[in-house]
């Protein structure tokens, strides 16, 4: 950090809780959508977003009704405010759940697990019984015994559990300058992240930096 870093820093106004909020959605959306794995549940932030959609749609559903021209126009900027947060969270919410649908098996395993909120490892648990109920009924039955495990990882070397490609290729820009060097591994690969700059990389080398809030995918 240099002496115009740190004047700006004192110099800019506080940003309002709710707008920070916004912003922090928003990246973790457009992370979520890019990165070839699930991220961790920003417990906090949709704690505080949950809330405040909550509250938005009680005083909404005071409002309504009244005929007062000025609180009709004061209720349709609420329902907008609400419906552009709303957008955000189902997008958010959809990219995580479409994750979680195509590595079900993979997400169980008690290190995924844990980055997965309450509900998510609900849904997970729920969709995967039911769907082990349906193989199991449809043809896992008509297997010898030791075959009808859909989690099987000892096949000779060939695993049943499909997993996210961790070397898939993104773009990654810098949200600050970073000292130390990004190391791609399995290769002599490696460069320093300064503020703004953009890169083509793999996941598993900026992995760290964009859940450290370093740097966002794009």
Known sequence: MDI????????APSIPQ?????????RAWVNEKNAPEI??????????????IRRQIELVEEQTGNLDPRESFRLIFLQTELERWKF???GFLRARVAK????????????????????????????????????????LS?????????????????????????????FVRALRDSEEPVEVEGTDIGFTMRKGGVWVVRWSAVKERVEAGEAELL
């Open 39 to 52: 991220l961790s549940w920003p417990e906090d932030l949709m704690g505080r977003i949950g809330e405040r």
């Open 4 to 11: 115009d870093d740190i004047l700006a820093s004192v110099s």
């Open 88 to 90: 955000l969270v189902r």
């Open 142 to 170: 008509q297997f010898p015994p030791n075959l009808q495990r859909m989690d099987d990882t000892s096949g000779g070397g060939i695993s049943m559990v499909e997993v996210p490609d961790v070397d898939k290729a993104v």
């Open 18 to 26: 709710e707008i920070h909020d916004h912003q922090a959605l928003a």
């Open 100 to 139: 979680i649908d195509k590595f079900p098996l993979h997400y169980l395993s008690p290190p995924q697990v844990t980055k997965l909120s309450a509900s998510e490892a609900q849904y997970l648990q729920s969709h995967q019984a039911l769907l082990h109920a349906h193989y199991h009924s449809s043809f």
